[in-house]
């Protein structure tokens, strides 16, 4: 009979409510070569797991001209790499 209440016990608990997830957004491959000594060089200056999206907010601050965004970014790799 404790098999049964147990199972009665689980059944009464309230299932959790699922977060809804925000819609991704949408993205496409943009892809270049580099030399060695290029890649390391992002990788020193991005730190550590952030050099894609260092790359990826330098280029756009230099596609749109945004020269802020691209001092914000440097600092933040800066301060990354402390």
Do not use: W
């Amino acid at each position: 009979m404790a098999k049964n209440s147990k199972k009665k016990a689980k059944a009464a608990k309230a299932p959790k409510p699922k977060k809804e997830k925000a819609p991704k957004e949408e993205l496409c491959v943009f892809a270049f070569r580099l030399t060695p000594a290029e890649r390391d060089a992002i990788h020193k200056a991005a730190g550590p797991a952030r050099a894609s999206r260092f790359v990826r907010t330098i280029a756009v601050a230099a596609a749109r001209e945004d020269e802020k965004a691209y001092r914000v970014a440097l600092k933040e790799a800066r301060e990354a790499r402390q």
